[in-house]
Nanobody, 124 residues
């Protein structure tokens, strides 16, 4: 079992930055891939970024590539999402998710464990 708790959301001006954190419980964290998804009101939950078990490979949704950075600290059981140059389309609830596999995936159905989410609101 893996429990995930996100933090770091809030209100940010367009063009600004924010860093989200997700702390995981359980001793298997260092052996599994993790990712971030987001869901805006009235829309489906969508992939944002993911990273392999050792941080060796990362992948991003096209619209955030070059602006967002996913990273992990296995010693602290934590995964981060750095949001840079945000815009109104980034407003959403952001969810941390974990697989039971060490391999990369951007497919929502491949992620078994989910956090409760943290809200990011971008103001113009």
């Amino acid at each position: 079992q893996v429990q995930l708790v996100e933090s770091g959301g809030g209100l940010v001006q367009a063009g600004g930055s924010l860093r989200l954190s997700c702390v995981a419980s359980g001793r298997t964290f260092s052996r599994i891939a993790v990712g971030w998804f987001r869901q805006a009101p009235g829309k489906e939950r969508e992939f944002v970024a993911a990273v392999t078990w050792n941080g060796g490979y990362t992948g991003y949704k096209e619209s955030v590539d070059g602006r967002f950075i996913i990273s992990r600290d296995n010693a602290k059981n934590t995964v981060f999402l750095q949001l840079n140059r945000v815009n109104s389309e980034d407003t959403a609830a952001y969810y941390c998710a974990a697989r039971t596999s060490p391999l990369y995936s951007s497919n929502r159905s491949d992620f078994k464990y989910w956090g409760q989410g943290t809200q990011v609101t971008v103001s113009s």
